[in-house]
């Protein structure tokens, strides 16, 4: 549909600056990190950190597979 044409490369480009955001964020942090909690302590940290926005997310967002986008729309408006 039109309306996916003009909303895709607007959610790609968001999507693309929030990676960029949160790879600064890890670069930023990751030495100080590892200096204070252990190299793997830091790994740790950030799959935990990972962990929690995964069970956040499974059980926030419904679940789109296989709707219509026009349905899409409608769940979030």
């Given at each position: 549909?039109?309306e ?71 769940l979030?408006?």
């Open positions: 549909s039109t996916r044409l003009e909303t895709d490369p607007l959610f790609a480009s968001f999507a693309t600056a929030i990676n960029w955001v949160f790879n600064l964020l890890i670069s930023i942090t990751f030495l100080d990190l590892g200096n204070w909690i252990t190299v793997g302590g830091t790994f740790f940290l950030y799959a935990g950190i990972a962990f929690c926005f995964w069970i956040f997310f499974y059980f926030k967002l419904p679940e789109t597979k296989g709707v219509p986008l026009e349905d899409i729309h409608k979030f408006t």
